[in-house]
């Protein structure tokens, strides 16, 4: 059986992660603070870099919901491996480096977009470590048998497998869309940024593709 980390609670695992999250974000929103796209604010490599984003943003949020609605209250108590968790066995956090590329590509700049990724990757890198180790714990050899067959993140579609019902939770399958909506801040954020930017209030240290 694979080595498993110190046993911890899922939910535990899950504010670790957000709080990771949280402070990964602030480096990288400080970072572009003091950066600005090759081009300038308002050239086409810019505003092109911005479109790529937003689409990633709303592909992240649909495909965020579209996972709560196989997993949606039902990660403790049940292997799921039907629709997108038979093609990955973390889909949603797949979902969520599409959106933290979006989130990233708000500022003008693949550079940025690609560390938004980066840390988005090391993060729930060790989160599904801690994950796994908890699941294992709980289900044995079925999930030891669920993580051989099935990718830890990138998805190989040959796998998939569908479910013939759904029990869908309301309240999940909503709050997850709301988490998803929160991604759409970035566009006000970075805007302000180029605002300050463009007003000579934040000094530019470097520019990048």
Same mark, same amino acid.
């Given at each position: 059986? %694979? #080595? %498993?980390?110190? #046993?911890?609670?899922? !939910?535990?695992?899950? &504010?670790?992660?957000?709080?990771? /999250? ?14 600005? @796209? ?9 505003? @092109?870099?911005?479109?790529? !984003? $937003?689409?990633?943003?709303?592909? =992240?949020?649909? !495909? ?10 039902? &990660? &403790? ?8 968790? =038979?093609? =990955? ?6 979902? @969520? ?30 989160? /599904? ?25 990138? #998805?190989?579609? =040959? $796998? ?9 939770? #309301? @309240? ?23 605002? !300050? ?13």
């Amino acid at each position: 059986m %694979t #080595p %498993t980390p110190a #046993p911890l609670e899922l !939910g535990t695992i899950q &504010k670790l992660r957000k709080v990771a /999250v949280g402070v990964a974000l602030l480096a990288l929103v400080a970072l572009a603070v003091v950066t600005q @796209s090759i081009g300038g604010i308002d050239g086409p490599w810019h505003e @092109s870099v911005e479109a790529i !984003g $937003l689409a990633a943003i709303v592909l =992240s949020i649909v !495909g965020r919901a579209w996972c709560t609605l196989y997993i949606g209250g039902r &990660k &403790k108590a049940e292997i799921v491996d039907r629709g997108p968790y =038979s093609l =990955s066995r973390n889909p949603l956090y797949v979902f @969520s480096f599409v959106g933290a590329f979006g989130i990233g590509a708000q500022s003008g700049s693949l550079v940025i977009a690609a560390a938004f990724v980066g840390a988005a990757v090391l993060v729930f890198h060790f989160t /599904v470590l801690r994950e796994e180790a908890f699941l294992l714990r709980e289900f044995g050899d079925s999930y030891e048998r669920y993580m051989a067959r099935t990718p830890r993140f990138w #998805p190989r579609f =040959s $796998l998939w497998r569908d479910a013939d019902e759904l029990t869908i939770r #309301p @309240s999940l399958f909503l709050l997850t869309i709301r988490d998803g909506l929160v991604f759409l801040l970035a566009i006000p954020l970075f805007e302000l940024i180029d605002a !300050g930017q463009a007003a000579h209030w934040l000094r530019v240290g470097a520019h990048l593709p």
